[in-house]
């Protein structure tokens, strides 16, 4: 999932700034979640959204799955 975020990053002159990241937890099986300038970001698939959907905060998700992207801000 990585190479693919940042693939699809470069092709649209997007470079990748990890410093930004921050409590970055990694979900095996469902993704990833991290802070950016003090937001909550989840990338993954259908499992990571349920997880950040009981979180009660307002938050970026970003939904992978074979078919399409999905971002949704809650």
Not at 37 to 57: C, L, P, V
């Amino acid at each position: 999932m990585a190479a693919a975020l940042v693939d699809y990053g470069k092709m649209h002159s997007i470079e990748p700034q990890p410093e930004k990241v921050e409590e970055f937890q990694n979900f095996p099986g469902e993704g990833i979640q991290g802070k950016i300038e003090g937001k909550d970001i989840y990338i993954g698939n259908r499992k990571i959204a349920h997880r950040a959907s009981g979180t009660g905060k307002s938050l970026y998700i970003l939904v992978i799955n074979c078919y399409h992207w999905a971002f949704k801000v809650f």
